[in-house]
């Protein structure tokens, strides 16, 4: 009997991409997760870019995605802060913050 994981987190740059570049049969991968119906989320730990451009890049690859579906190092961090201090407000650098709030 073979049973299904409860999810996937996949990685971006190196595992789905190289430098923005599609690695070979990633698409195909991604796509049968889906099929599959396993809950997927992609994982990456770059501060540089937001989730939504992510998810442009990954689609424009022909891995279809939603911002959403992407935990980033700032959006993780905002994530953990948030139920941590619930109340309380962060400072955050100009960078993390459009990692984190442009999604
Ligand atoms: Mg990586």
Do not use: K
Request: charged content about 20%; proline content about 9%; aromatic content about 4%.
């Amino acid at each position: 009997m073979s049973r299904s994981p409860a999810a996937i987190l996949l990685d971006l740059d190196g595992t789905l991409y190289l430098d923005d570049s599609p690695i070979p049969g990633a698409a195909e991968a991604v796509a049968e997760i889906r099929r599959l119906g396993i809950p997927l989320r992609f994982t990456t730990n770059t501060t540089r870019r937001p989730r939504s451009e992510l998810a442009a890049l990954l689609s424009g690859m022909g891995i279809p995605a939603q911002a959403d579906e992407i935990v980033s190092a700032p959006s993780a961090a905002a994530l953990a802060a948030g139920a941590r201090f619930p109340s309380r407000q962060a400072a955050a650098s100009p960078g993390l913050l459009a990692g984190i709030y442009r999604a």
